[in-house]
């Protein structure tokens, strides 16, 4: 979690209008990218299932708070990566609660208002598959940033797009 932890202290300690306004990109993208960066072990590399599904292993973890071995709404949408302050910077709050609804309810798949941990695992590679384009068992920067469910439906969020 130190990773996780100093990407987001990374991300609040810059200037949030310099990062809205380099080469056009949004603060989102800006902390999609910085994500991306903590996934991967070798920076050079793109992102295999691995990495990704432990990267996921950690956040579970972290997200368990009663460590219960599954994770209920409140436990869910606590849990922030920094979407959260630039959902409120954005005034996009509303839309972006919606949106950690919806991927709570996306990932709950028997709908009984707990993700389990299997649940977690099964969506995780669901997720990576899906987001892997070229299905070349990697996930590319573009493919994490463009096709991967939390990056669009948060970033979709905090657009109002
Ligand atoms: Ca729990
Ligand atoms: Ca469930
Ligand atoms: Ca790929």
């Not at 990374?10 to 949030?16: D, E, I, R, S």
């Not at 071995?69 to 849990?79: A, C, K």
Request: hydrophobic share 40%.
């Amino acid at each position: 979690m130190r990773i996780l932890t100093a990407t987001c202290a990374l991300f609040l300690a810059l200037p949030a209008a310099g990062i809205a306004q380099s080469d056009g990109s949004t603060p989102g993208r800006e902390l999609a990218e910085l994500i991306y960066g903590s996934i991967k072990d070798d920076p050079s590399d793109a992102a295999d299932m691995g990495e990704f599904v432990n990267f996921g292993q950690d956040i579970f973890v972290s997200m368990d708070y009663d460590e219960s071995g599954s994770i209920d709404l409140s436990e869910f949408t606590e849990w922030d990566f920094g979407f959260d302050f630039i959902a409120e910077d954005e005034g996009q709050q509303r839309a972006y609660q919606t949106a950690q609804k919806i991927i709570f309810a996306i990932w709950d798949h028997d709908g009984d208002s707990e993700i389990t941990e299997r649940e977690y695992n099964k969506s995780m590679v669901w997720d990576f598959r899906r987001a892997d384009t070229n299905d070349d068992a990697f996930l590319s920067r573009d493919e994490f940033l463009e096709g991967y469910v939390i990056n669009i439906a948060y970033r979709a969020a905090l657009t109002g797009q």
